[in-house]
C-alpha cells in the first residue's frame, strides 16, 4: 500500500513541477529564444510519450518499473540502477556497522545504567548520552573530521579509500577501507546510541521488577549472569525492532554524514545528482531508498510478531 | 490569557536545566528579532577584510568574502527560528485538529486517518525533502511547508489516543448527554486535556525542523538567498583549505555553536516540560 503511494508520488511529482519542460529546452542563454515549431514539440512530446493521457503514460511508467528499468540518467551517461548499484555497497555497510555499533554498546550501557538504577554511574551516564544524542550527525561529523581527520591526522579527510593506491595484498585493501570507514560509522553509532541506550534502559528498568528477577537472584547467581541471560534476554524485544525501524532515520543521517567524508555512497551521490539536476536520478535514488526503508519496516512486523507470541 | 499564565507557572516549576533552556532559546529569539539592531555590518555584503580572525571590529572574524560573522550569525537565528516555530506551529495545530477529529468521529474516518499516519510516518523524511526541494525550488516557505507535511503525525496520533481516552469519561458522557456538540466538547474539554502533551511534542518538532534545515542548507540544498546557520557551515566546508588553516577556528566553530546551544536548548526545555506534565498526571 505504502509502496505504491511512494511510486505515485514519484510519477507524478516531476510532473506537478511548475514549467514545461519544452520551454525550458528550448530557450536558450540570452533573450533570444529558438523556439521549436509546432510539429517538433508534438514530435518529442510523442518520442517521451508525454502526449498521451495521465493513465496511459502511469501504467507504462509501472510496468517499466516492475521490469526493473528506472530510467537512465543523462549526466553519468548509464541507467539508473547501475549508478545506484555501484555505489549501494558504500552506503549499506556503513549504515549496517553504524547500527550494529550503536546498539551493542547502547545495549550494554543502557542495561548497566539500568542494575545501577539512581545511582551516580547512572546519573552521569544518562545526562551525557542525552546531551550528546541531541545534536544532530552531521555536526558531530564535522566535530570529528576538525578534530580527528584534519588536526592530529589520524584519519583521512574525505573518500571512501586511497585513490591511485597500490595494494600489496588484500589485507592492505580491507584496512584501508576500514580506516577510511571509521569516522563515519563512529559519527553515525554516536548519533544513534541515545536512541538504544534509553530504550534498553527503559526496558530493563521494567524488566528488573519482575518477580523472575527475583527468584534469579535467590537463586544466588552471579550478577553478570543474572543481567545477560535473564534480564536482557527479555528487554531484547523492543531493541530488536528498534534496529529495524530506526533504519529510515539512519539512511537519512548517512546521507548527510556522506556529505561531510565526501563518502562515496547514495547519500553523496544523492547531493551531485540535485546540484547537476539528473531529475531521473534523484527520483531513482529516493525510490531506492524508500524502497529499502519500507522493506525494513515490513520486516520488523514480522520480526516482532515471531519473537513475542503475545502479538496476534 | 489564561494560557499565557499556565505556561508562566510551568516555567517558574523548571529545574536549572529547563531554566538554562528558557534563557538560551529567548537570547536566541532576541537575536533573532534584533538582528538588524545587534550586528553593525551587513550580512550579506563585505564589510572587512577576508578572513580576518575575531576581533574588535568583527566580534566573531569574517568568512572568505569578507562578510562579518557576526551578523550572519544573527540573521541565521532568525532562519532558525522562523522556520523551527513556524513547522512546530503548523504541524502542531494541523496535527491537533486532524488528531481530535479522527478521536471524535471514530470509526472508518479514524481508521483511514490512522492509515495515513501509519504511511506517512514510515517514509524517509530527509531524502524526500531532498527531492521535494529539487523539484520546487528550494526556498524557506517550501522547507517549512515539507517538513509540516512530515511532523504532523507526531501530534495527530498523541492527541487521538487522549481524545479516545477522554471521551469515555463520565462528564464527557454527560455533556453530550446534554447535548453538547463537536466544536463545544472539543473548546470545553478536548482542548485543556489535550493541551500539555501538543505543548510538549511542538517543543520536539521545533528542534528536529531545526536540524533538518540545518542540514539541508549544509548540503547546499537549503534556501540560497537565506543566510542560516547551515549555509555558513557549507560555505566553510566548500572552502579550499579549510583543513589546513586557522580559519576553522571561528568560521566553522560559531555556526556549529550556534546550532548546538539552540538544539540542546530546546532538548532541556522538552525534558523538564515533559517531567512536570507527567508528575501533574
Redesign the interface.
Known amino acids: 500500500?505504502?509502496f505504491f503511494?511512494?511510486i505515485t508520488l514519484n510519477f507524478f511529482?516531476?510532473r506537478l513541477?511548475?514549467g514545461d519542460p519544452f520551454i525550458f529546452l528550448s530557450s536558450s542563454e540570452g533573450q533570444i529564444t529558438t523556439t521549436y515549431s509546432e510539429e517538433q514539440i508534438a514530435k518529442y512530446k510523442a518520442y517521451y510519450g508525454l502526449d498521451k493521457p495521465m493513465v496511459v503514460q502511469y501504467t507504462s511508467y509501472i510496468t517499466n518499473l516492475l521490469k526493473g528499468n528506472i530510467g537512465y540518467s543523462i549526466y553519468y551517461n548509464n541507467s539508473v540502477i547501475n549508478i545506484i548499484g555501484k555505489r549501494m555497497l558504500w552506503t549499506v555497510s556503513i549504515v549496517l556497522a553504524a547500527i550494529l555499533v550503536s546498539c551493542l554498546i547502547g545495549t550494554v550501557l543502557g542495561s548497566l545504567s539500568a542494575w545501577y538504577r539512581d545511582g551516580v554511574f547512572d546519573k552521569v551516564l544518562y545526562s551525557f548520552i542525552?546531551?550528546i544524542s541531541?545534536?544532530?550527525a552531521?555536526?558531530i561529523g564535522?566535530?570529528f573530521?576538525?578534530i580527528l581527520?584534519?588536526k592530529l591526522g589520524l584519519f583521512p579527510?574525505s573518500g571512501g579509500m586511497k585513490t591511485f593506491a597500490n595494494y600489496s595484498c588484500f589485507a592492505d585493501h580491507i584496512t584501508d577501507i576500514l580506516h577510511h570507514a571509521f569516522l563515519p560509522v563512529l559519527t553515525l553509532s554516536i548519533a544513534r546510541l541515545g536512541e538504544f541506550y534509553l530504550l534498553s534502559r527503559n526496558s530493563m528498568v521494567s524488566v528488573l521488577t519482575k518477580d523472575y528477577m527475583r527468584t534469579a537472584r535467590a537463586k544466588g547467581l552471579r550478577n553478570r549472569r543474572i543481567i545477560f541471560r535473564h534480564a536482557l534476554k527479555n528487554a531484547m524485544l523492543p531493541i530488536v525492532t528498534r534496529i529495524f525501524l530506526s533504519l529510515?532515520?539512519v539512511?537519512?543521517?548517512a546521507?548527510?554524514v556522506e556529505?561531510?567524508f565526501n563518502y562515496p555512497g547514495v547519500g553523496h551521490l544523492?547531493?551531485e545528482a540535485?546540484?547537476v539536476?539528473d531529475?531521473v536520478l534523484?527520483?531513482g535514488?529516493?525510490l531506492f531508498?524508500?524502497v529499502t526503508?519500507?522493506t525494513m519496516?515490513l520486516l520488523a512486523d514480522i520480526i516482532y510478531r515471531r519473537l513475542d507470541p503475545r502479538v496476534s | 490569557m489564561k494560557y499565557v499564565k499556565h505556561v508562566m507557572i510551568s516555567i517558574k516549576r523548571f529545574n536549572a536545566m529547563g531554566k538554562i533552556g528558557v534563557a538560551v532559546v529567548l537570547m536566541v529569539l532576541f537575536l533573532g528579532i534584533f538582528s538588524g539592531w545587534l550586528s553593525f555590518h551587513p550580512y550579506s555584503i563585505p564589510s572587512g577584510g577576508s578572513l580576518e580572525a575575531p576581533g574588535a571590529v568583527h566580534w566573531l572574524g569574517t568568512d572568505d568574502l569578507g562578510i562579518d560573522l557576526w551578523a550572519q550569525i544573527c540573521f541565521g537565528a532568525r532562519i532558525s527560528i522562523i522556520v523551527g516555530f513556524g513547522t512546530a506551529f503548523l504541524a502542531g495545530i494541523g496535527g491537533s485538529i486532524i488528531g481530535i477529529f479522527s478521536g471524535y468521529s471514530g470509526g472508518l474516518t479514524d481508521k483511514i486517518i490512522m492509515?495515513i499516519t501509519?504511511?506517512v510516518i514510515?517514509?524517509?523524511?530527509?531524502?524526500?525533502m531532498?527531492?521535494?526541494?529539487?523539484?520546487?525550488g528550494p526556498s524557506v516557505r517550501n522547507i517549512i511547508i515539507v517538513l509540516a507535511l512530515f511532523s504532523w503525525t507526531v501530534p495527530a496520533r498523541i492527541v487521538r489516543s487522549k481524545v479516545l481516552s477522554v471521551k469515555q469519561e463520565n462528564y464527557v458522557t454527560a455533556a453530550i448527554s446534554y447535548g453538547a456538540g463537536f466544536w463545544h466538547l472539543t473548546l470545553r474539554h478536548f482542548l485543556p486535556n489535550i493541551l500539555p502533551l501538543v505543548m510538549v511534542s511542538v517543543i520536539r518538532l521545533t528542534?528536529r525542523a531545526i536540524?533538518a534545515e540545518?542540514?539541508l542548507a549544509?548540503?547546499?540544498?537549503g534556501d540560497p538567498t537565506s543566510k542560516s546557520w547551515g549555509l555558513i557551515?557549507n560555505h566553510a566546508?566548500n572552502f579550499r583549505g579549510i583543513?589546513?588553516t586557522d580559519y576553522?577556528k571561528w568560521w566553522?566553530v560559531s555556526p556549529?555553536t550556534a546550532?548546538?546551544l539552540l538544539?540542546?536548548a530546546i532538548?532541556f526545555i522538552s525534558?523538564d516540560t515533559e517531567r512536570i506534565i507527567n508528575s501533574k498526571a
Open positions: 500500500m505504502t503511494v511512494i511529482i516531476p513541477m511548475p542525552i546531551a541531541e545534536i544532530p552531521f555536526i564535522i566535530v573530521l576538525f581527520a584534519a579527510l529510515g532515520s539512511f537519512g543521517g546521507i548527510l556529505n561531510v544523492m547531493r540535485v546540484m539536476r531529475y534523484i527520483q535514488i529516493f531508498v524508500a526503508v519500507l519496516n | 492509515r501509519d504511511m514510515v517514509l524517509p523524511d530527509l531524502p524526500m531532498i527531492v521535494l526541494g529539487a523539484f520546487f528542534s536540524v540545518a542540514g549544509f548540503l547546499g540544498l557551515l566546508i583543513y589546513f576553522w566553522v556549529i546550532i548546538m538544539v540542546t532538548a525534558r
